[in-house]
Nanobody, 124 residues
Framework: QVQLVESGGGLVQPGGSLRLSCDAS????????MGWFRQAPGKEREFISA????????YVPYSMGIRFTISKDYAKNTMYLQMNSLKPDDTAVYYC?????????????????WGQGTQVTVSS
């Protein structure tokens, strides 16, 4: 079992920045990949980015652009999502997830463990 807890969400003005954290506990993450997703009201869960815990590989779909950056602190078992130049369309619940697989994947159905989510609201 892997337990995931997100934090760092909140209300931010358009153009602002936030850094989300995902604290992981339980099993060793050495064979896991970690991902960030988000879900806005009435929309499907959307993949943001993923990172392999055992090395520095990351996966960011082209559609996400360069405003979001995924990273990790191996010693702290914590994953981060730095979000810059935030827009109202970024308003959503943000989730972290863990996938026990070889490849970095983008489908929510591939991920086994999920956090409870943290709300990000971008509004003036």
């Amino acid at each position: 079992q892997v337990q995931l807890v997100e934090s760092g969400g909140g209300l931010v003005q358009p153009g602002g920045s936030l850094r989300l954290s995902c604290d992981a506990s339980g099993r060793s993450l050495e064979t896991y990949n970690m991902g960030w997703f988000r879900q806005a009201p009435g929309k499907e869960r959307e993949f943001i980015s993923a990172i392999k815990w055992s090395d520095h590989s990351t996966y960011v779909p082209y559609s996400m652009g360069i405003r979001f950056t995924i990273s990790k602190d191996y010693a702290k078992n914590t994953m981060y999502l730095q979000m810059n130049s935030l827009k109202p369309d970024d308003t959503a619940v943000y989730y972290c997830a863990a996938d026990h697989g070889e490849l970095l994947r983008s489908s929510p159905s591939e991920y086994e463990y999920w956090g409870q989510g943290t709300q990000v609201t971008v509004s003036s």
